[in-house]
């Protein structure tokens, strides 16, 4: 009986059956809005420290821009609650120099001990990729060649050789690493075995630079209209196990962020009604400023001028009344469930707003599938994102 109830409290004390619980954690937010105490390490166990970006020399990478100082304080708190700490390297500005890194034998060889030496420093457990992207020109100013997906292969095989027990992945988009002919590869059989598992992006699908108003991290879109069918958790996994990747080595990318739009109210409701219509139009001239996190404005890493991104953390809708806080939808705010992408949106028809984002329900829609499909967990796009961890609770339950 002792035994029995002893056992069962073990089981309930583990707040995540998938094997990898992640989340990434924004280096910079971590003396603004989110320091480490903030942290519910005991959900995950796994956290990507963001972002180490590549520079123009390759014997190093620079965590400036991230708080780097507190990169040995993450660790430390990370082990200290048993979660594996990694590093995330690259993301969106931070992947300027991936190619020139990885382009000839001396410079994989050099950026196999760049990274071996930082994990050594900061005693890292595991080294997160997140190349945005080989192949794809990714922010405008980085280096692209058609190599890449073939000299990434030859980089993390070193780096494997050299490293037996590092947890590595790669964070990458919705289609297999593109070949040499800019098309998605056919066979990544080879990247399975080296690397440890593979984190599909499954976000900024639509957003401002959309033709229409549409699901920022849908988990299917093979019951979408042909033209709205630009990525999905379900098509996703499909296209990177067809080219060889095992789903016992796929991640699911989760987003606790949604996108935010201008959209009039006559586009907003199914004429004549007050039902939210799929894919409205919007303006995109007139980008709304997303939450306290969000910019209004900033020069990006390649020295341009971008606006506000319009980006709303699970938190900000909060913030921002378009949720209460149980996280479900305020009064005065039109809310609609999209049953293909299992996806949810709000809508303040005053401020003519409209916003695509997550909430508990597809949450626990996207941890079925990752239990229904076999894949090996979540990982989610931010930790600092959630509310009282309302996502993290959900996709953990569901997992
Ligand atoms: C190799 O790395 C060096 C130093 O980072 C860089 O200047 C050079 O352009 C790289 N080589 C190639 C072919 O990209
Ligand atoms: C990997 O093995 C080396 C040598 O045995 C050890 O020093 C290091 O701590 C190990 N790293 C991890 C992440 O387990
Ligand atoms: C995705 O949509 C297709 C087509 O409607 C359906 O057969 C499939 O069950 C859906 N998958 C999930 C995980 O919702
Ligand atoms: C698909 O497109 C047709 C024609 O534009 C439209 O009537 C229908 O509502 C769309 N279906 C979905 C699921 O958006
Ligand atoms: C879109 O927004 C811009 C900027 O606020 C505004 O000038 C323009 O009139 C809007 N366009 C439409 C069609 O409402
Ligand atoms: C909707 O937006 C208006 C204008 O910004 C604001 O005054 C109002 O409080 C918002 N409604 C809710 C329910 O938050």
Redesign the pocket.
């Known amino acids: 009986m002792l035994l029995l109830l002893a056992a069962s409290l073990t089981l309930l004390s583990s707040a995540y059956a998938s094997e990898v619980a992640g989340a990434w954690y924004a280096g910079w937010h971590a003396t603004n809005g989110y320091p480490l105490s903030d942290v519910s390490w005991d959900k995950y166990n796994t956290m990507y420290y963001s972002f180490a970006t590549t520079t123009?020399?390759?014997?190093s990478i620079s965590l400036e821009g991230s708080d780097g100082s507190l990169l040995p304080a993450f660790v430390s708190e990370a082990h200290a609650h048993g979660v594996q700490a990694h590093i995330a390297i690259g993301g969106w500005g931070g992947s300027i120099?991936f190619?020139?890194?990885l382009?000839?034998a001396?410079?994989r060889t050099?950026f196999v001990k760049t990274v071996i030496d930082f994990v050594e420093q900061y005693d890292l457990d595991g080294v997160n990729f997140d190349w945005e992207y080989p192949n794809k020109q990714g922010i405008g100013c980085n280096i692209v060649n058609s190599d890449n997906t073939a000299n990434f292969l030859f980089f993390l095989q070193e780096l494997r050789e050299d490293c037996s027990n590092l947890t590595i992945s790669a964070a990458v988009s919705v289609t297999p690493f593109r070949d040499s002919n800019g098309n998605p590869s056919t066979d990544v059989s080879a990247f399975a075995e080296v690397l440890d598992y593979i984190a599909i992006m499954d976000y900024d699908v639509w957003g401002s630079w959309s033709s229409a108003v549409g699901p920022n991290a849908p988990l299917n879109d093979s019951c979408a209209n042909s033209s709205e069918q630009q990525g999905s958790a379900v098509s996703a996994v499909k296209a990177w196990s067809n080219a060889g990747m095992p789903v016992d080595q796929i991640v699911l990318g989760v987003a606790s962020y949604g996108h935010s739009y201008s959209v009039k109210p006559s586009d907003a409701f199914v004429s004549g009604t007050k039902t939210l219509a799929a894919y409205p139009a919007f303006n995109s001239s007139n980008q709304p400023v997303g939450d306290a996190w969000d910019s209004t404005g900033s020069v990006d890493s390649c020295g341009n001028y971008q606006g506000s991104g319009g980006t709303f953390n699970f938190w900000g809708l909060v913030d921002g009344g378009f949720l209460n806080s149980e996280g479900t939808t305020a009064q005065g705010i039109y809310y609609r469930f999209d049953s293909c992408s299992q996806t949810p949106y709000v809508y303040n028809e005053t401020s003519e707003v409209m916003i695509s984002y997550d909430n508990a329900e597809s949450f626990t829609a996207k941890g079925t599938f990752i239990k229904n499909t076999g894949l090996l967990g979540y990982a989610m796009w931010q930790t600092g994102g959630d509310y009282n961890n309302i996502l993290v609770d959900a996709i953990n339950s569901a997992v």
């Open positions: 123009s020399d390759v014997n120099y190619s020139s890194d382009t000839t001396k410079n050099a």
